[in-house]
């Protein structure tokens, strides 16, 4: 059971240049999130998704694009990368829509810096 | 707006000795989630423990253990004769009921550093 899985795990960018961030989860949940986490932080959500075709901006989504187009997969863009993107990029999901304490999966996380 | 405070940037004990980690929070909702993650040096997040808001029952297990207090709005974390491997960045979180738990706010986290 691979869960939720992200790539790259690492990634160097020049700022300016694009890229994105996939995600996959195979356990068909219908919330998957984006967050990110700087240093000496916790982690501050970016942006999300209720279910396939629907995404909202959480609490630091500028910068960023997301899309929904099917329920496994949930992936981030950064259209012109800053250095104050640098950051280590978590993506989560879990089962259930509102009303719902359950778990939130994590991916293992991908390591960004932006020179 | 919801918000969560953890005081304790970083704590340091030595191995065997209890230690606590606070948590407090704010919320306009009177049903909500709190949450403990622990996170590891290799980076990983690793859920510990779900508390609903209804339920102010204080958990064990093992030798972690959880105390929820509406009244002061705090949900602190014991770890109890604390090992090495102990040792990791631990986050409180706090999400809505009526949003889904990938929803969360974090708290900056405590750093817990177990010595030999």
């Known amino acids: 059971n691979a869960g939720v899985t992200q790539t790259p795990k690492f990634q160097v960018l020049k700022t300016g240049q694009s890229m994105t961030l996939q995600c996959a989860q195979d356990m068909n949940h219908e919330y998957m999130s984006w967050y990110r986490q700087d240093p000496g932080m916790g982690l501050r959500l970016i942006h999300y998704s209720v279910g396939a075709g629907i995404t909202d901006q959480g609490e630091v989504p500028n910068g960023y694009n997301v899309s929904r187009s099917t329920t496994e997969d949930f992936p981030l863009r950064l259209l012109s990368a800053a250095p104050s993107q640098t950051s280590v990029y978590f993506c989560?999901?879990?089962?259930?829509?509102?009303?719902?304490?359950?778990?939130?999966?994590f991916g293992e996380g991908s390591w960004l810096t932006v020179v | 707006a919801q918000k969560v405070t953890q005081a304790q940037t970083e704590i340091s004990v030595v191995e065997k000795e209890d230690v606590t980690l606070d948590c407090v929070y704010e919320t306009r909702d009177t049903t909500y989630y709190l949450f403990w993650y622990k996170q590891p040096p290799s980076g990983e997040l690793v859920f510990l423990i779900r508390r609903n808001s209804f339920d102010e029952q204080n958990e064990i297990s093992g030798r972690y253990s959880w105390n929820f207090q509406k009244s002061t709005s705090s949900f602190n974390f014991t770890i109890t004769a604390s090992q090495v491997v102990d040792s990791a960045v631990y986050f409180c979180?706090?999400?809505?009921?009526?949003?889904?738990?990938?929803?969360?706010?974090f708290g900056d986290g405590t750093t817990l550093t177990v010595k030999p």
């Open positions: 989560a999901s879990s089962p259930g829509g509102p009303y719902s304490g359950n778990t939130i999966y």
């Open positions: 979180a706090l999400s809505e009921v009526n949003t889904n738990a990938g929803k969360s706010t």
